[in-house]
């Protein structure tokens, strides 16, 4: 588990678990994330239940993984690159007379989309990325360069695994360069990173634009441009949908009278769903009793999120 002193060095650049998201290979995290948290516009993570038993379990799989090899691991400071200072790591662990480092996993479900075989480099691309960026920096400093991180997993509480993660040196001279252009382009200079078509991007907008006021401006070019890509773009969705219920409705009209049918690579249903129940709770509370006043007293408005229309002129 961190210390409070590398929490607060990690605010001075990027670590093994930012440049995934930096890179856009983290599904948790995007650029938008890192640089929020970076420019000290919102808190970084302090953790969940998730990130708490993995800490807690750390040393119980460290310690299987030791027994198994017959090694002895050591714990690692955070470690800055000379040369790049934005450039951090702290790895779990590294084996004692040996360039290999040792990181550890406490995770859900083996999801077999994820995960390949054991001895393997098949993890999720922002654990490999993580890998990837530690033997980088951990390489800068070392006697000599990093050649694996062997990457302990336990799943489930139930199955422990080790995967293999060589050095690929093509693979991190594009995330230091991915990294450099980030953290001088965007946090030094204090420039959000393009906003792109991810959830992410759509999630920040809406939680940093939250008020507007009454006016209505003249459109810049750039306006204009993602105006016309979106016009080309509802136009494919709506063609792609009228192809979508014509199809649709060919195969109700096939299935008639049936509740559906099976093809050699489909199955299609047409059924009619079980009725569903809704309690009118304010016609309750008038028939016990409740006056309309007591009922306003009771209800909370809530505040909408914004809504996004946009139209367009016919053609």
Known sequence: MLTPEQLELRKTGLGSSDIAAVVGLNKFRGPLDVYQEKAGLVPGFEGNEFTYWG???????????????????????????PDYNFALATPDRSIVGKPTLVEIKCSGMRRSTDWGEPGTDQVPAHYLIQCQWQMLVASAVAPAPIEQVHLAALFSGNRYEVFIIDSDQALQEHLLHAADKFWHDCVLAEKAPSIDGSTRSTVWL????????DDIVEAPSQAVVWAEQLRAARHGEETHKQARREAENHLKDIIGDNAGIVGSSFKATWKTPNPSERTDWEAVAKESGATDDIITKHTVTKQASRRFLVRFDAR
């Open 206 to 213: 809406n939680e940093y634009w939250t008020q507007h006021d």
């Open 55 to 81: 800490h807690a379990l750390e040393p119980v799989i460290a310690n299987r993984y030791a027994e198994e090899e017959g090694v002895e691991l050591m714990e690692c400071d955070t470690l800055v690159h």
